[in-house]
């Protein structure tokens, strides 16, 4: 019987030949990554070595990322301190992997790590952050752990008693009809399986509308799978990855494809055909509680943000600029938007989004999670209801009970901020061309 990715991945990992869902295994670990919470992951590595006295030394300080994203500028003395002790940290330990709050290498976690082509098809990549799962976009198993879990693997290299999961086989065709996106897909996919319905399984993405996406795109679907449940999304290999991991990581060395065998067994098999699919929207307060934009359209916002590990990349803001270009922001309308990493964001000056957005109306903020948490940035009133192209829209996210979150894509989003309400992005563009047309017959 062939094997899914994430079994040779697993198999690759520990050296054998073949191995079977429900294996328990202890595989090598290709990258280990924390944010602002390896603060904590630096106390429990310390606590392994108490009493043993071995000098506290991680096992392959090359094989660590350390990104600050979360709280970025620090926020409070707490924050400003635990990234004191992080900076600390990897000096001694000769950790190189590391981005610090800089306008020139900076940004959230899961952007910095593909854009710095740090994972490669079939590496083992595990992060203190449960949207690790983005970066199966680019055939990596790669999932989020606890901090303890990840002690453990700075001292030894390995993540210990891993159990071999099942897959779920998405298979995605046809073309994405005008403003619809990937985004849409992975609500209309949790929507359709609920957000318990891959609990402990990895999504292995295929098709032909897959094969035709970006690899920003394939982020986006693999970064919400764990929304779903998974324990990780995959996208197998392909000529799209290696373009992206030559043109726009700069890697040089050799990369190896590794792709599912024909004859893999699955434990589900789902066909999805995105040409009739439609802009979708995640209503508070779960992210399968998803509807068509027009089951909602005219509901009432205060915020609007654009950005996130989500969708802050350069397509993103590309197409929200677009339609946002020569309007206004409603008013009364907050609109944030964050760019995903200091990379972006220059380029997106460079192209003139960042000025689109000014010009609307927007607020640009520093590259880095910003609102998404609302911890930082961003925060809700009581009462207030926002639509974002962040992951998640738990009461109390964006860091009050008491408001409410809808989830959406860059074109939704940029489309509501000039309506003031949710709105359909195809709506608004038919009726710039309709005006545009008129405008031209006078």
């Given amino acids: 019987m062939g094997m899914t990715m994430v079994q040779k991945i697993l198999a690759r990992a520990t050296g054998q030949p073949h191995v ?15 944010h602002e919470n390896g603060a ?94 983005s970066h199966g ?3 990596a198993f790669s999932f989020g752990i606890g901090a303890t879990e990840m002690a453990s693997v700075w001292a030894l290299g390995k993540i210990l008693n891993v159990e071999v999961p099942g897959t779920i086989k998405v298979v995605v065709k ?25 609990n402990f399984k990895v999504i292995e993405f295929h098709g032909d509308a897959i094969r035709a996406m970006s690899t920003s795109g394939r982020l986006v679907i693999c970064n919400m799978s764990v929304e779903a449940g998974a324990t990780s999304g995959i996208v197998p ?11 726009e990581a700069g890697v040089r060395e050799n990369i190896e494809i590794i792709c599912p065998d024909p004859d893999a067994a699955y434990d589900q098999v789902l066909v999805l055909d995105v040409s009739t699919l439609e802009p979708q929207v995640a209503c ?34 590309e197409v929200a600029a677009g339609i946002l270009r020569g309007r206004k922001v409603a008013s009364g309308i907050r609109m944030l938007v964050f760019p995903a990493s200091s990379r972006i964001y220059l380029e997106a000056i460079r192209k003139g989004y960042i000025a689109d957005f000014v010009m609307a109306g927007a607020v640009v903020m ?16 009581d009462g207030d209801v926002a639509l974002a192209t962040t992951n998640r829209n ?20 940029a489309a509501s901020a000039i309506t003031g309400a949710i709105a359909d992005p195809r709506e608004l563009s038919a009726g710039k061309a309709a005006a545009g047309a008129a405008k031209g017959g006078k």
Wanted: aromatic share 6%; proline share 7%.
């Fill in 20 to 34: 079977a869902v429900g294996d328990v295994v202890e595989p090598r670990v290709d990258l280990a990554m924390s």
């Fill in 40 to 133: 904590l992951v630096i106390n429990q590595f310390v606590e392994i070595y108490k009493g043993t006295g071995k000098e506290a030394r991680v096992w392959d300080p090359s094989k660590i990322a350390i990104i600050f994203d979360h709280r970025v500028p620090a926020e409070s003395a707490k924050t400003a301190t635990n990234q004191k002790k992080i900076r600390d940290f990897r000096t001694l330990q000769g950790i190189t992997k590391f981005h610090d709050i800089r306008g020139d290498g900076g940004g959230i976690c899961h952007q910095i790590l593909p854009e710095n082509g740090y994972v490669r098809p079939g590496a083992v990549v595990v992060g203190t952050d449960s949207h690790t799962t």
């Fill in 137 to 139: 976009a680019l055939g």
């Fill in 174 to 198: 046809g073309q994405f009809p005008p403003h619809v996106s990937p985004k849409d897909l992975i609500l209309h996919l949790i929507g359709k399986i609920s957000a318990e319905g891959a």
């Fill in 237 to 247: 290999p392909d000529e799209e990855t290696l373009s992206y991991l030559r043109e």
């Fill in 284 to 317: 508070p307060h779960t992210v399968d509680n998803v509807k068509p934009v027009g089951e909602v359209a005219g509901k009432r916002v205060q915020q609007i943000v654009i950005g996130s590990c989500t969708n802050g990349r350069l397509d993103d803001l």
């Fill in 366 to 381: 520093n590259p880095g999670c910003g609102p998404c948490l609302g911890v930082h940035q961003g925060a809700l009133a």
């Fill in 394 to 413: 738990f009461k109390g996210r964006m860091g009050n009970p008491n408001a409410e979150v809808y989830l959406c894509s860059p074109e939704t989003a």
